[in-house]
Nanobody, 119 residues
Framework: QVQLVESGGGLVQPGGSLRLSCTFSGFSFSRYAMSWYRQAPGKERELVAAITSPGGSANYTDSVKGRFTISRDNAKKSVFLQLNSLKPEDTAVYYC????????????WGQGTQVTVSS
């Protein structure tokens, strides 16, 4: 069974930075594509960034391109999201997602970590 645990959220001023971490418990981390989603109050959950397995090709939603960077460390079974130049509209709960590669697709979610951007 896969478990995902996020950390690194918090309160930051506009223009500041945070680094989110997601630790994967289970087998075959390198066979999972990893993503970060976020959900703001009253809005639907949206995909922020994704990174493939195991090569690490990354994609971003337009609103975070050039500000956020997703990365993964297969040896440490972790995925990271570096958030720079934060804006109030980045305020949301950020969720880590794992999606298995193969004919049968399994998906897992973490519990989320709150990011609040406010002065």
């Amino acid at each position: 069974q896969v478990q995902l645990v996020e950390s690194g959220g918090g309160l930051v001023q506009p223009g500041g930075s945070l680094r989110l971490s997601c630790t994967f418990s289970g087998f075959s981390f390198s066979r999972y594509a990893m993503s970060w989603y976020r959900q703001a109050p009253g809005k639907e959950r949206e995909l922020v960034a994704a990174i493939t397995s195991p090569g690490g090709s990354a994609n971003y939603t337009d609103s975070v391109k050039g500000r956020f960077t997703i990365s993964r460390d297969n040896a440490k079974k972790s995925v990271f999201l570096q958030l720079n130049s934060l804006k109030p509209e980045d305020t949301a709960v950020y969720y880590c997602n794992a999606l298995s590669v193969g004919l049968v697709r399994y998906t897992y979610w973490g519990q989320g970590t709150q990011v609040t951007v406010s002065s």
